[in-house]
């Protein structure tokens, strides 16, 4: 199978930092991203890892190893608009199709 | 704004009914991607075209079927509905999406279908 793992929910505060982690199963690994999602709307694009090490985006960075099937998710300077759903997906290769976790649901509280 | 543009936004039917769902692609891309995502669930891929022809598949229902046409916006059908194809239905595109390469892709707002 292509598992990939992520916890269902995480609760942090305003102003703090969050990292939001994902496991896969690395046969066929090609890339790994990052969505943001709110309810009933579109995920947007986050984040692409496809080597190991870090990407940053300004309050988001995206790290990846690719031997350890890991990966994680820094949201930095938290804001209550960061509350949504965080999917990481990957493509195992055979054309471009992802393969998406379940979710984190972050809840940012004051 | 992805630039990815779905309609309906909503849709209301009851079981044994069929339905199309319209999905139009940012300018430029080639591929389109078809995911359904359900309450209990998360996304998943349903298919993918490219330039018009079928590139993959995922657990899509026979039930189910799209395709692409020549100005790439794409449609998906589904008939035979019963009450647990209830979801949203995404559409996305990317540039290429073509094997060993890797796009990103962009969604559109989504369909949500509601079966009675």
């Known amino acids: 199978g292509q598992n990939i793992d992520q916890p269902t929910e995480m609760t942090a505060t305003e102003g703090a930092i969050v990292q939001i982690n994902c496991t896969y199963q690395?046969?066929?690994?090609?890339?790994l991203f990052w969505y943001q999602q709110h309810a009933g709307e579109a995920p947007t694009f986050l984040s692409y890892?496809?080597?190991?090490g870090l990407e940053e985006k300004g309050r988001f960075s995206s790290f990846l190893s690719r031997s350890k099937g890991y990966s994680y998710l820094l949201l930095k300077e938290l804001q209550m608009k960061d509350s949504a759903s965080y999917l990481c997906?990957?493509?195992?290769?055979?054309?471009?199709?992802?393969?998406f976790g379940t979710g984190t649901q972050l809840k940012v509280e004051l | 704004d992805s630039g990815v543009t779905q309609t309906p936004k909503h849709l209301i039917t009851a079981t044994g009914q069929r339905v199309t769902l319209r999905c139009s692609p940012r300018?430029?891309?080639?591929?389109v991607y078809w995911y359904q995502q359900s309450l209990d669930q998360g996304l998943q891929f349903l298919i993918q075209?490219?330039?018009?022809?079928?590139?993959a598949k995922g657990n899509i229902l026979e039930r189910f079927s799209a395709q692409q046409f020549p100005d790439l916006h794409s449609e998906l059908n589904l008939s035979s509905l019963e009450l647990g194809d209830s979801a949203l239905y995404f559409c996305?595109?990317?540039?290429?999406?073509?094997?060993?390469?890797?796009?990103?892709?962009?969604f559109g707002p989504g369909t949500r279908l509601t079966v009675l």
């Open positions: 890892n496809v080597l190991d």
């Open positions: 690395t046969s066929g690994f090609n890339g």
């Open positions: 997906a990957v493509n195992m290769g055979g054309g471009n199709k992802l393969t």
């Open positions: 996305a595109s990317s540039v290429l999406g073509l094997a060993h390469t890797t796009d990103t892709q962009y």
């Open positions: 300018s430029g891309d080639l591929s």
């Open positions: 075209y490219y330039n018009g022809e079928e590139r």
